[in-house]
């Protein structure tokens, strides 16, 4: 069985910078939440404003990537400036490239050799100021044959028996297979693989008994996206059960979003994407619901519909 990423008594809930490290991102409302002040400074202020919010509501998981602009490098002062040691995340197989504009053409790039891993790992360290505790492949996805390049697996367990856990996040409509694949990867008879981050939230969660089999093989699991890029908050189209539960529980649709996963026996960390302290305190509320996800009924879609509609939002 592989150690918790978090120590006991610790809120299961963590903060993504997906949003935090760039001037562009595809949560809903982000250009609005941002604003017109979107220099390098601005952002770097804004970003340790929601890490303070996070840290002073209990938060100890922080993730970031290489490709979220500037994610790693706003977390890693953060941490210096404040002397703090939580658990940090972080992810190689993408590069920015938007060149901090929103209207971009291109904002990442994924490649998934050996050359990028050797690339950015030493990116990431010196973002950071320190080693990652947990280092996935950023969208492991079957297509791209990570999981089968013997040099990347070499070099992740090399990580590993240097005491990074090391693992994959998924994203697509075939999330479930891409994990079961990784269940089976061998190094010289070991998997060094034993963290997973992946998309669940109430529109999508067919990756649930993936995730589930991945726990109970020791494997930690993080959620991403719970609240859908925004599509279950109420700049959304919230389902009418959601928005009839938020009325009886007087909570908002993100709070229940991000309670449902944290209901899942599964989950170790659950991920806010928040952009503002406002929207830090409102996914905060879920730590308190302990609600039954049972109430809401089925609001899934099909994987293909689901992914179809988020590849359409729109950068801002």
Known sequence: MSSPLLPPDTPRLGLGLAALGRPGYINLGHGADIGAARDVEEL???AWTVLDAAWAAGLRYFDAARSYGRAEEFLG???????????????????????????????????????????????????????PDVYLIHSAT??????????????????AENGVRVGL???????ADTLRRALDVQVDGVNPLNVVQSTWNLLEPSAGEALAEAHAEGWSVVIKEAVANGRLT???????????????????????????????????????????VGQLRSNAAALGLGMDPEALGDLSQSPERYWGERAALPWT
Do not use: F, M
């Open 142 to 159: 079957l297509e791209t044959g990570v999981l089968e390049d013997e040099w990347v697996l070499a070099g992740l367990a090399e990580l």
């Open 169 to 175: 996040s998924t994203s697509g409509p075939r999330q």
């Open 77 to 131: 002062g953060w941490l210096r400036a404040r002397g703090l040691h939580p658990v940090v995340g972080s992810k190689w197989g993408y590069t920015y490239t938007a060149g901090w504009r929103a209207d971009a053409e291109q904002h990442e790039v994924k490649d998934h050799s050996p050359a990028t891993l050797e690339r950015q790992w030493p990116e990431t360290l010196a973002a950071l100021g320190r080693r």
């Open 234 to 276: 109420s700049r959304g189209d919230v389902p009418a059960r959601l928005a009839r539960l938020c009325t009886e529980l007087n909570t908002t649709p993100e709070a229940i979003a991000l309670a449902a996963a944290l209901a899942q026996p599964w989950a170790d960390v659950v991920l806010s994407g928040a952009t503002t």
């Open 44 to 46: 770097r202020k804004r």
